[in-house]
């Protein structure tokens, strides 16, 4: 019989986890993790008295060491879906530092003392790789990890999976999720700025937290017949596959329609960000699917289920469209969130992060005819076929997958020393030193373009896509300057910045968004 430790149950992946795991007949007991609020207590309430004694329920924080020690105790595995997002981590982003970072390190502390270890499954965020737009709009594990500006969530969780890399943790595995349609996405989109930061042009590629739900259940039950052959020691991408991948636009579009709208009808062209947001198509997600068969719905599927689940939305079909865009969306313009708000309070860091620069918002047009919409086969230097960009066919024919620096035809026993010499001059730097024996995962030095010495093992760097640990502190963002040495970095940052940018972001004391213009 297996035992699991769940953090994150009381979230939208966790509770789908929850349920996917009690379906499974050897699963004697779920051990989760619960903060003691009085909305987490009530949902681990429910989940007592639908499962009982198959449940546990601990109530204590991932920033307490001994809260996770008691959680993975006498466990066979350990799934850390736990996480603070936005816009919560843009609020509260010490809270979020403590259970993306310290939270992270606190339960790969309590595993690394286990004798034996349980296995342990960390999920990671799309976010760690930025923004993307037409120019390389898909991606895979390996490509480089450059975090949107001001995004301290994609930050902290970059900081996370690396600590989880380079621990002692015997068996891992990190996936990165996708954007996750869930039932209270709606809702959660209706009090906040943070739906303007999508940018109408950015490559998407859903998952709804159902599916997600169902692939840490299968995984688990065929772990357990020994059936996970190529899955553990490797970071994985999270997405629900073709009929999933669309852009920023296309899903206001399809979420609008549902209450008889469109996104021209509810959205203004100039109401959202341009650049600096996060997604992509993941060129590498059919790896998961091909092992554990879980992408069964499509965003159509989530649309139709949300129309079900609050039928009052087909009331909004009979009012005036301006009337829900003024009293729906409009009214959110006003948000400290929102770009619009910003540009008004002379916020000039975010201005620029999002916009390039005052001049560029006030180019953008008014009306949706004169906008370049991708998802139209519209751009602004020419025309596109959108359907030609998203078949999955035409990745490499059309160029769009960055290159990592060596030669990744090499199967991993293969790659050695000049390798990883290859791959650190493609970042600028050098490796210095690795082991002779299985070397992709023990410890290498490593210097970077500054001169920063430091320590990772190569599956890190060339597989997992991090580097210099130094030049990517944490609430701090100089990609502008580091592209200039980097040609890893550089092959994707100058798709959405202009070369002669020599900007480093970072937030102050009291957390404001600050900027220097740097020179070298």
Same mark, same amino acid.
């Given at each position: 019989?297996?035992?699991?430790?769940?953090?994150?149950?009381?979230?939208?992946?966790?509770?789908?986890? %929850?349920?996917?795991?009690?379906?499974?007949? !050897?699963?004697?007991?779920?051990?989760?993790?619960?903060?003691?609020?009085?909305?987490?207590?009530?949902?681990?309430?429910? #989940?007592?008295?639908?499962?009982? +004694?198959?449940?546990? @329920?601990?109530? /204590?924080?991932?920033?307490?060491?001994?809260?996770?020690?008691?959680?993975?105790?006498?466990?066979?595995?350990?799934?850390?879906?736990?996480?603070?997002?936005?816009?919560?981590?843009?609020?509260?982003?010490?809270?979020?530092?403590?259970?993306?970072?310290?939270? @992270?390190?606190?339960?790969?502390?309590?595993?690394?003392?286990?004798?034996?270890?349980?296995?342990?499954?960390?999920?990671?965020?799309?976010?760690?790789?930025?923004?993307?737009?037409?120019?390389?709009?898909?991606?895979?594990?390996?490509?480089?990890?450059?975090?949107?500006?001001? +995004?301290? $969530?994609?930050?902290?969780?970059?900081?996370?999976?690396?600590?989880?890399?380079?621990?002692? @943790?015997?068996?891992?595995?990190?996936?990165?999720?996708?954007?996750?349609?869930?039932?209270?996405?709606?809702?959660?989109?209706?009090?906040?700025?943070?739906? !303007?930061?999508?940018?109408?042009?950015?490559?998407?590629?859903?998952?709804?937290?159902?599916?997600?739900?169902?692939?840490? *259940?299968?995984?688990?039950?065929?772990?357990?017949?020994?059936?996970?052959?190529?899955?553990?020691?490797?970071?994985?991408?999270?997405?629900?596959?073709?009929?999933?991948?669309?852009? &920023?636009?296309?899903?206001?579009?399809?979420?609008?329609?549902?209450?008889?709208?469109?996104?021209?009808?509810?959205?203004?062209?100039?109401?959202?960000?341009?650049?600096? !947001?996060?997604?992509?198509?993941?060129?590498?997600?059919?790896?998961?699917?091909?092992? #554990?068969?879980?992408?069964?719905?499509?965003?159509?599927?989530?649309?139709?289920?949300? %129309?079900?689940?609050?039928?009052?939305?087909?009331?909004?079909?009979? %009012?005036?469209?301006?009337?829900?865009?003024?009293? *729906?969306?409009?009214?959110?313009?006003?948000?400290?969130? *929102?770009?619009?708000?910003?540009?008004?309070?002379?916020?000039?860091?975010?201005?620029?992060?999002?916009?390039?620069?005052? $001049?560029?918002?006030?180019?953008?047009?008014?009306?949706?005819?004169?906008?370049?919409?991708?998802?139209? &086969?519209?751009?602004?230097? /020419?025309?596109? +076929?959108?359907?030609?960009?998203?078949?999955?066919?035409?990745?490499?024919?059309?160029?769009?997958?960055?290159?990592?620096?060596? +030669?990744?035809?090499?199967?991993? /026993?293969?790659?050695?020393?000049?390798? !990883?010499?290859?791959?650190? *001059?493609?970042?600028?730097?050098?490796?210095?030193?690795?082991?002779?024996?299985?070397?992709?995962?023990?410890?290498? %030095?490593?210097?970077?373009?500054?001169?920063?010495?430091?320590?990772?093992?190569?599956?890190?760097?060339?597989?997992?896509?991090?580097?210099?640990?130094?030049?990517?502190?944490?609430?701090?963002?100089?990609?502008?300057?580091?592209?200039?040495?980097?040609?890893?970095?550089?092959?994707?940052?100058?798709?959405?910045?202009?070369?002669?940018?020599?900007?480093?972001?970072?937030?102050?004391?009291? $957390?404001?968004?600050?900027?220097?213009?740097?020179?070298?």
């Amino acid at each position: 019989m297996t035992k699991i430790a769940l953090t994150g149950a009381t979230g939208n992946m966790g509770t789908e986890t %929850l349920f996917s795991l009690m379906t499974l007949d !050897f699963v004697e007991k779920v051990k989760i993790l619960v903060l003691n609020t009085p909305k987490d207590k009530a949902i681990a309430r429910r #989940f007592k008295k639908l499962y009982r +004694d198959r449940l546990e @329920v601990q109530i /204590g924080d991932l920033a307490v060491l001994k809260d996770c020690e008691k959680v993975v105790a006498d466990c066979d595995y350990v799934l850390n879906l736990a996480a603070v997002i936005p816009p919560k981590s843009d609020k509260y982003p010490s809270r979020a530092k403590a259970c993306n970072v310290d939270g @992270v390190s606190n339960l790969i502390a309590a595993i690394e003392r286990l004798l034996p270890q349980p296995k342990f499954i960390h999920i990671s965020t799309v976010a760690v790789y930025g923004n993307r737009n037409h120019k390389h709009p898909w991606g895979r594990v390996g490509d480089p990890l450059l975090p949107s500006v001001y +995004d301290c $969530y994609a930050s902290f969780k970059v900081e996370g999976e690396r600590r989880v890399l380079e621990s002692n @943790v015997k068996t891992w595995a990190v996936l990165r999720q996708t954007a996750m349609l869930h039932k209270n996405m709606l809702t959660d989109n209706m009090k906040d700025g943070l739906m !303007f930061h999508t940018c109408y042009n950015t490559p998407l590629e859903w998952v709804t937290a159902r599916d997600s739900g169902r692939l840490m *259940a299968n995984i688990i039950a065929k772990d357990t017949k020994g059936e996970t052959h190529g899955f553990w020691y490797r970071v994985f991408n999270i997405g629900g596959g073709a009929p999933n991948r669309c852009t &920023g636009f296309d899903t206001f579009d399809q979420g609008f329609r549902i209450i008889g709208g469109n996104g021209e009808k509810f959205l203004n062209p100039s109401w959202n960000s341009v650049r600096n !947001f996060h997604g992509l198509w993941f060129a590498d997600s059919h790896l998961l699917e091909e092992m #554990f068969h879980f992408q069964k719905e499509t965003t159509i599927d989530y649309w139709q289920e949300i %129309l079900v689940r609050h039928p009052y939305y087909k009331v909004a079909k009979i %009012l005036p469209a301006k009337l829900i865009k003024r009293l *729906a969306i409009q009214r959110l313009l006003a948000d400290k969130n *929102a770009p619009r708000k910003w540009i008004k309070g002379g916020e000039r860091g975010k201005v620029k992060a999002y916009f390039g620069s005052e $001049y560029n918002i006030q180019c953008l047009p008014e009306k949706w005819e004169h906008y370049p919409l991708l998802c139209k &086969g519209r751009l602004a230097d /020419g025309d596109v +076929d959108y359907e030609a960009l998203r078949d999955f066919a035409k990745i490499e024919e059309n160029g769009f997958l960055l290159s990592h620096g060596y +030669d990744e035809s090499k199967a991993d /026993g293969e790659l050695g020393l000049a390798d !990883f010499q290859e791959a650190a *001059a493609f970042r600028g730097g050098k490796c210095l030193s690795c082991a002779d024996e299985a070397p992709l995962y023990r410890t290498a %030095l490593w210097e970077c373009h500054h001169g920063h010495r430091f320590e990772a093992k190569p599956y890190t760097v060339l597989k997992a896509g991090h580097w210099c640990p130094c030049c990517t502190k944490i609430n701090t963002w100089d990609f502008d300057m580091q592209a200039k040495h980097n040609p890893f970095y550089a092959q994707v940052w100058y798709d959405s910045h202009a070369l002669r940018e020599n900007t480093y972001y970072y937030f102050d004391e009291e $957390y404001r968004a600050k900027f220097e213009i740097k020179e070298e």
